[in-house]
């Protein structure tokens, strides 16, 4: 992992301090005392750091405007995953895809994801799976893992959107290899028994799995063409222009890719805002007050929320994007140079990987005073400028799901704020940062139901 001694842990070293929230400078501090990695830019705020990193040359970089300039040029900066990742998500998803086939199942993918009529047809799902999953919980009267059980949830509406559902087993025990899949994303990439990579790669033969099972079973019984259709039809029936089918290995890659993508980070969020909520009584109280504002001003037929009551959260819309900045759930995107090309002024050479850092634009002072203060007042005003603000990325690897994210993180909290309460049992317990920011005990907590009309 390191040039000047490649059997060190630097690059566990590395990713312990760039994975909290720590400023670059105390990262480029200690790394460097530990392993000798060599950087550019120095203390100064030049905001690019030059590393080997997933054994390749690497340029960090670290600012708004360098991080925007990446994104937006598709044509130097091609996608540059570790080859590790590109494993287990699937070497045929959009992770490790050319511009054009990207281009392309992009757009046949994304559409029917966001946007107002699909975000219309799956908020009654939505809204009915978040009411029935807090009600069973508050009934349990017991303690549970918080974000276990958000993540069976949110695995539940993506599993429904993709694949028009699967049964309450099945799907527990999807979501379970997921876990494992997800544990083994961002560890060292060492294929033997007992680690976590190791884990990750059966975990993914099992997906792989029960997803061309799934898929069999579609193609003997012959996919809908119109009321019903989910995403797995769509990828059956795709053509491109030369009229070539998607084959099973494609179309797995990318439901592999999708489902994962589509629960993870939104069930991560819901945790986290709701942790926070509880935690500050005063933004609860403000954040409870606009709930009940928008309630009282549904009319009296009107079954369950609607994406206009949804739009009136502005508030709540605060407190969620102060999660994803202060959390930096995705905290990483990885790129690759296709030419020699001036960053900031330096240059990045050609072949070299780029890892986008996120978490430095979040965290960094001068664009978000006090960082570390979880404050959702900060996003009154006019929207951020642009690359300041990246927990979806930019550009065209923008996240697609950002708005049914949105949505789903909304209305749990919507309900959540109205009806009820959680206690964590160790609200202390130490947070582990990798693959993605989480307690240690999973936030094992109680939910009580605080209104008797949830
Ligand atoms: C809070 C929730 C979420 C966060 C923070 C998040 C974050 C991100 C980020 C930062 C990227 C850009 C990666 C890059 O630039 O290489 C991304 C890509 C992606 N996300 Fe999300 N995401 C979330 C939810 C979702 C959901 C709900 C879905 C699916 C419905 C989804 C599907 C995807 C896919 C397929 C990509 C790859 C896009 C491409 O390469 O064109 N994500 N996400």
Same mark, same amino acid.
């Given at each position: 992992?390191?040039?000047?001694?490649?059997?060190?842990?630097?690059?566990?070293?590395?990713?312990?301090?760039?994975?909290?929230?720590?400023?670059?400078?105390?990262?480029?501090?200690?790394?460097?005392?530990?392993?000798?990695?060599?950087?550019?830019?120095?203390?100064?705020?030049?905001?690019?750091?030059?590393?080997?990193?997933?054994?390749?040359?690497?340029?960090?970089?670290?600012?708004?405007?360098?991080?925007?300039?990446?994104?937006?040029?598709?044509?130097?900066?091609?996608?540059?995953?570790?080859?590790?990742?590109?494993?287990?998500?699937?070497?045929?998803?959009?992770?490790?895809?050319?511009?054009?086939?990207?281009?392309?199942?992009?757009?046949?993918?994304?559409?029917?994801?966001?946007?107002?009529?699909?975000?219309?047809?799956?908020?009654?799902?939505?809204?009915?799976?978040?009411?029935?999953?807090?009600?069973?919980?508050?009934?349990?009267?017991?303690?549970?893992?918080?974000?276990?059980?958000?993540?069976?949830?949110?695995? &539940?509406?993506? @599993?429904?959107?993709?694949?028009?559902?699967? #049964? *309450? =087993?099945? +799907?527990?025990?999807?979501?379970? $290899?997921?876990?494992?899949?997800?544990?083994?994303?961002?560890?060292?990439?060492?294929?033997?028994?007992?680690?976590?990579?190791?884990?990750?790669?059966?975990?993914? &033969?099992?997906? @792989?799995?029960?997803?061309?099972?799934?898929? #069999? *079973? =579609?193609? +003997?019984?012959?996919?809908?063409? $119109?009321?019903?259709?989910?995403?797995?039809?769509?990828?059956?029936?795709?053509?491109?222009?030369?009229?070539?089918?998607?084959?099973?290995?494609?179309?797995?890659?990318?439901?592999?890719?999708?489902?994962?993508?589509?629960?993870?980070?939104?069930?991560?969020?819901?945790?986290?805002?709701?942790?926070?909520?509880?935690?500050?009584?005063?933004?609860?109280?403000?954040?409870?007050?606009?709930?009940?504002?928008?309630?009282?001003?549904?009319?009296?037929?009107?079954?369950?929320?609607?994406?206009?009551?949804?739009?009136?959260?502005?508030?709540?819309?605060?407190?969620?994007?102060?999660?994803?900045?202060?959390?930096?759930?995705?905290?990483?995107?990885?790129?690759?140079?296709?030419?020699?090309?001036?960053?900031?002024?330096?240059?990045?050479?050609?072949?070299?990987?780029?890892?986008?850092?996120?978490?430095?634009?979040?965290?960094?002072?001068?664009?978000?005073?006090?960082?570390?203060?979880?404050?959702?007042?900060?996003?009154?005003?006019?929207?951020?400028?642009?690359?300041?603000?990246?927990?979806?990325?930019?550009?065209?690897?923008?996240?697609?799901?950002?708005?049914?994210?949105?949505?789903?993180?909304?209305?749990?909290?919507?309900?959540?704020?109205?009806?009820?309460?959680?206690?964590?049992?160790?609200?202390?317990?130490?947070?582990?940062?990798?693959?993605?920011?989480?307690?240690?005990?999973?936030?094992?907590?109680?939910?009580?139901?605080?209104?008797?009309?949830?």
């Amino acid at each position: 992992a390191c040039i000047q001694n490649p059997l060190s842990a630097c690059l566990d070293v590395a990713m312990y301090y760039m994975v909290r929230n720590c400023k670059t400078e105390d990262f480029v501090r200690n790394c460097c005392r530990f392993c000798g990695l060599i950087f550019i830019g120095g203390f100064r705020r030049a905001g690019l750091y030059r590393a080997f990193m997933f054994s390749s040359p690497t340029i960090l970089v670290t600012t708004p405007e360098a991080c925007k300039q990446v994104l937006m040029d598709d044509d130097t900066f091609v996608t540059g995953w570790p080859k590790a990742t590109v494993a287990l998500i699937g070497p045929k998803s959009f992770v490790n895809m050319g511009y054009d086939e990207h281009r392309r199942l992009r757009k046949l993918t994304a559409a029917p994801i966001n946007g107002f009529d699909a975000l219309t047809s799956y908020l009654g799902f939505i809204d009915e799976t978040v009411v029935t999953t807090l009600r069973g919980w508050a009934d349990r009267g017991s303690d549970f893992e918080f974000l276990t059980e958000l993540r069976r949830m949110t695995f &539940r509406i993506i @599993v429904q959107i993709f694949m028009g559902g699967a #049964d *309450e =087993r099945t +799907a527990a025990e999807l979501e379970r $290899t997921y876990t494992e899949l997800n544990y083994g994303m961002r560890a060292m990439a060492i294929d033997l028994p007992g680690f976590a990579y190791h884990k990750a790669i059966r975990a993914r &033969r099992r997906l @792989v799995a029960a997803l061309q099972r799934v898929l #069999d *079973e =579609r193609r +003997a019984r012959g996919c809908r063409k $119109t009321a019903g259709v989910d995403m797995m039809d769509r990828l059956i029936a795709a053509e491109d222009e030369g009229g070539r089918r998607l084959q099973d290995d494609e179309i797995i890659d990318v439901l592999v890719m999708y489902l994962n993508a589509g629960h993870e980070s939104s069930g991560h969020i819901t945790m986290w805002a709701t942790v926070f909520l509880q935690e500050n009584p005063e933004i609860l109280a403000r954040a409870k007050a606009e709930q009940e504002a928008i309630m009282r001003s549904i009319p009296p037929g009107q079954k369950g929320l609607t994406l206009r009551d949804f739009r009136k959260m502005e508030y709540l819309s605060q407190v969620v994007d102060e999660t994803l900045r202060f959390v930096n759930i995705s905290f990483v995107s990885f790129r690759q140079a296709t030419r020699d090309v001036s960053v900031n002024g330096y240059l990045i050479p050609k072949g070299w990987k780029v890892q986008l850092w996120y978490r430095s634009v979040h965290m960094d002072p001068q664009v978000y005073p006090h960082p570390n203060k979880f404050d959702p007042s900060r996003w009154e005003g006019p929207p951020p400028r642009a690359g300041t603000f990246l927990p979806f990325g930019l550009g065209t690897r923008l996240c697609p799901g950002n708005d049914l994210a949105k949505l789903e993180i909304s209305v749990f909290l919507h309900h959540f704020l109205l009806g009820y309460k959680l206690t964590r049992k160790n609200p202390n317990c130490r947070v582990r940062y990798l693959p993605h920011p989480r307690p240690v005990d999973n936030c094992l907590a109680k939910i009580t139901r605080v209104s008797s009309s949830h």
